[in-house]
């Protein structure tokens, strides 16, 4: 298995490049390269802003821009953008944008660890109370200690950047959230700005400090260079989508299930392994309680027993709670950002409740369903006598076919006959 999974990552990255970007026209002025990041924050994220950051060094950038929303994401990735920007040769702006965006929960942390922080007009930043870590339930006291790392983590950022490090306590401690004009007055983010074009005139002339040297910035009439991930880059981050990573497993276990019933169908089997592999690709970066993995194999048991077991629809009830319950709990990210969305999750039990029961219902029609064919399918056909028929035995034409039969009775021939039941290659029939 982790053969196979290691192939599967093998064909999607090899040969990642550093974020693609076209080359900006030879200019005097400035370069500002300029990348843009929503969704959570998950290992492709960390990638992808690792590797812009050290193109942004390599091509001797005045600045690199990340237009940032986000509802959070994994503790581990978020670490790692972190301690890149901390070291960072360039100065790294964080713009939290467009309007109706945010950077909630590891959002804020990475706003903070940046030289310069910005927000557009209805946008939000906080949340940053760390949630089920791992992706499993946080003691009490395993809870507190993770809540005072964070608060620690995120005091150090603010105090080498000079922002409210007591909002940024509150943040964590209490969850608390502000919109772009309260963070602004809090000095919680260093502009507000519009857009791009008024943030890059706002940040002109400021000073930052970049490897424990003093560094003015000169962005006002600065070319604007974007900046995007490869397209292998952009596949795994969908493939690490929690809803994604979900609806392949299912789909991965549907496609195994199908070969396994229907041996020789090949293409189902196919398809359902690749769904499996790369939904086990994706498990292993994200936060999977197993509890909850082990609860949807369960319910997937319950479901194919109960197709071959008549249980009166216990077994299907304890598939589809076990379904559900393993769903809601498989991935628990931080504020629910790496989690399986309920619309999602509703869907799938829907449709599994579905395909079973149509299985199920199938296979109880098709057992009640009278044979049409062999021996069994003559029972009750109608036929007619070519002989005359009684105790000794005489010939008879039913289902397009000859047959020999006997009966209790005297019947004529030509009269028409049914038959009552098969004796070997003799039928036991009576007058229609």
């Known amino acids: 298995m982790r053969l196979a999974l290691s192939a599967c990552a093998a064909v ?13 026209p030879t200019t005097d002025k400035p370069v500002v390269d300029v990348l843009t990041m929503d969704g959570a924050i998950q290992p492709i994220s960390a990638q992808i802003i690792v590797q812009a950051i050290g193109r942004s060094e390599r091509d001797k950038r005045e600045a690199l821009v990340i237009r940032l929303d986000t509802p959070g994401g994994l503790d581990t990735a978020m670490r790692d953008i972190i301690k890149r920007i901390l070291v960072s040769e360039v100065p790294v702006v964080v713009y939290v944008s467009p309007a109706g965006g945010r950077a909630a929960s590891a959002g804020t942390f990475i706003a903070y660890a940046a030289h310069v922080s910005a927000m557009s007009p209805g946008t939000s930043i906080g949340a940053a ?12 006291d395993l809870a507190r200690k993770v809540r005072n790392d964070a608060v620690s983590y995120i005091r150090s950022l603010a105090a080498q950047r000079g922002r409210n490090a007591d909002w940024a306590e509150k943040a964590v401690r209490e969850g608390g959230s502000l919109p772009e004009d309260e963070a602004l007055k809090l000095h919680v983010v260093d502009y507000v700005a519009r857009d791009l ?3 890059l005139r706002r940040i002109d002339g400021k000073k930052v400090t970049i490897a424990g040297l003093t560094r003015t910035l000169h962005t006002k009439d600065a070319v604007v260079h974007e900046v995007s991930a490869t397209w292998r880059q952009k596949i795994l981050g969908r493939i690490l989508d929690p809803n994604i990573a979900y609806i392949l497993f299912i789909l991965g276990f549907y496609g195994i299930l199908f070969e396994l019933s229907n041996p020789g169908a090949i293409l189902p089997g196919i398809v359902g392994g690749i769904c499996l592999l790369l939904a086990f690709l994706a498990f292993q970066a994200l936060p999977v309680n197993l509890t909850g993995l082990f609860l949807i194999l369960f319910a997937m048991l319950l479901f194919v027993v109960d197709i071959k077991v008549q249980s009166h629809g216990l077994l299907a009830v304890g598939g589809i709670v076990s379904l559900v319950l393993g769903s809601l709990v498989l991935l628990s990210g931080d504020g629910g950002a790496m989690r399986v969305s309920l619309s999602v999750i509703v869907t799938v039990v829907i449709a599994t409740v579905l395909f079973f029961g149509f299985v199920v219902g199938a296979g109880f029609r098709a057992l009640r369903r009278k044979p049409v064919t062999g021996r069994e399918g003559l029972v009750g056909e109608r036929g007619v006598a070519l002989t005359e028929l009684g105790p000794r035995e005489g010939r008879i034409f039913v289902h397009g076919e000859y047959w020999v039969a006997e009966a209790d009775e005297r019947i004529e021939k030509g009269a028409p006959v049914v038959v009552d039941r098969v004796d070997g290659m003799r039928l036991r029939v009576r007058k229609a």
């Open 12 to 24: 999607l990255l090899v040969g990642t490049a550093p974020p693609a970007a076209k080359a900006p």
């Open 197 to 199: 074009d008024e943030l």
């Open 129 to 140: 109370t760390p949630v089920n870590v791992g992706g499993g339930d946080t003691g009490k």
